[in-house]
């Protein structure tokens, strides 16, 4: 099993800036990549970014790429996500997810095998 908390979000003016936490325990030698969804009041559950547990290779969604930055720290079990030019729309509850085969579809999140909580994220125009 693996266990995820998320932390670092909260409210902010739009333009600013929040960097999100990831922090894994348990079994995270099994982790094979994680991603960050999000998903606002009444839509679906939304990809913003996934990075490689063991690696460096990252991919975004076309609303964040540019403005969010996903790096990870071995050492520590997290992975991050700053997110800078925050807009009104980038208001959501923010998930952090781990996925153990390395070979799914990291855009979907029905490829993650495990969760967290999530932390809200409001963007305030």
């Known amino acids: 099993q693996v266990q995820l908390v998320e932390s670092g979000g909260g409210l902010v003016q739009a333009g600013g800036s929040l960097r999100l936490s990831c922090a894994a325990s348990g079994r995270t030698f099994n982790i094979a990549r994680v991603g960050w969804f999000r998903q606002a009041p009444g839509k679906e559950r939304e990809f913003v970014a996934a990075i490689v547990w063991s690696g460096s290779s990252s991919v975004y969604a076309d609303s964040v790429k540019g403005r969010f930055t996903i790096s990870r720290d071995n050492a520590n079990n997290a992975v991050y996500l700053q997110m800078n030019s925050l807009k009104p729309e980038d208001t959501a509850v923010y998930h952090c997810?781990?996925?153990?085969?390395?070979?799914?579809?990291?855009?979907?999140?029905?490829?993650?095998?495990?969760w967290g909580q999530g932390t809200q994220v409001t963007v305030s125009s």
């Open positions: 997810a781990a996925e153990v085969s390395g070979f799914r579809n990291l855009y979907l999140s029905s490829s993650y095998n495990y």
